[in-house]
Antibody, heavy 126, light 108 residues
Framework: QVQLQESGPGLVKPSETLSLTCTVSGGSISSYYWTWIRQPPGKGLEWIGYIYNTGSTSYNPSVKSRVTISIDTSKKQFSLRLSSVTAADTAVYYC????????????????????WGQGTLVTVSS | SSELTQDPAVSVALGQTVRITCQGDSLRRFYASWYQQKPGQAPVVVIYGENNRPSGIPDRFSASNSGNTASLTITGAQAEDEADYHCNSRDSSGYHQVFGGGTKLTVL
């Protein structure tokens, strides 16, 4: 089955750029919405954004000015870059596969996130 | 603040039924998906769409939807169901994803 694994530094200094990579194994990186989600310690989940295998992206407005998600289909990897980080960016970062867009007979959209990587804690501190 | 609102904590007696709710205007147009997260682990999807369970998720988990509220029901809660539950859907613009704040479920 598809597995995702995050990699990257666990400590980033304030004002610098956080960079993480997610490696996809056991399946294709074609189709799907390759997604980054984070969770500050003791808090809820926050969607950061996604990239489709065509390269189209969508970002959370709260971080849009600082975030870039890219994809390398030949390596079966996608990456997150978050610039000008502060302590508020300290979180467990998950890479996740987002399903395609589905609509039921009434036209209601639905989708889901599965599978998730194990997550990697990134601490922003000097 | 999140566009999806969940109660921070809910408790249920072992073997009883519990409903966890998620409220938001976008839920009038978009279904929620639900994720179970145990301490130190990544979330796992338990329900998506109108009421779809992925393979391996027990049938005691079910979903319902009414107006601006999505609900996750656990019928006959087990000790292993004690976890945080997060709802997810699109935001009111329809272009972005959003999560609720999460509900901590305690099984007594």
């Amino acid at each position: 089955q598809v597995q995702l694994q995050e990699s990257g530094p666990g400590l980033v200094k304030p004002s610098e750029t956080l960079s993480l990579t997610c490696t996809v194994s056991g399946g294709s990186i074609s189709s799907y919405y390759w997604t980054w989600i984070r969770q500050p310690p003791g808090k809820g989940l926050e969607w950061i954004g996604y990239i489709y295998n065509t390269g189209s992206t969508s970002y959370n407005p709260s971080v849009k000015s600082r975030v870039t998600i890219s994809i390398d289909t030949s390596k079966k990897q996608f990456s997150l870059r978050l610039s000008s980080v502060t302590a508020a960016d300290t979180a467990v970062y998950y890479c996740v596969r987002g399903s395609g867009e589905y609509y039921d007979t009434r036209g209601y959209y639905y989708g889901w996130f599965d599978p998730w990587g194990q997550g990697t804690l990134v601490t922003v501190s000097s | 603040s999140s566009e999806l609102t969940q109660d921070p904590a809910v408790s249920v007696a072992l073997g009883q039924t519990v409903r966890i709710t998620c409220q938001g205007d976008s839920l009038r147009r978009f279904y929620a998906s639900w994720y179970q997260q145990k301490p130190g682990q990544a979330p796992v999807v338990v329900i998506y769409g109108e009421n779809n369970r992925p393979s391996g998720i027990p049938d005691r988990f079910s979903a319902s939807n009414s107006g601006n509220t999505a609900s996750l029901t656990i019928t006959g809660a087990q000790a292993e169901d004690e976890a945080d539950y997060h709802c997810n859907s699109r935001d009111s613009s329809g272009y972005h994803q959003v999560f609720g704040g999460g509900t901590k479920l305690t099984v007594l």
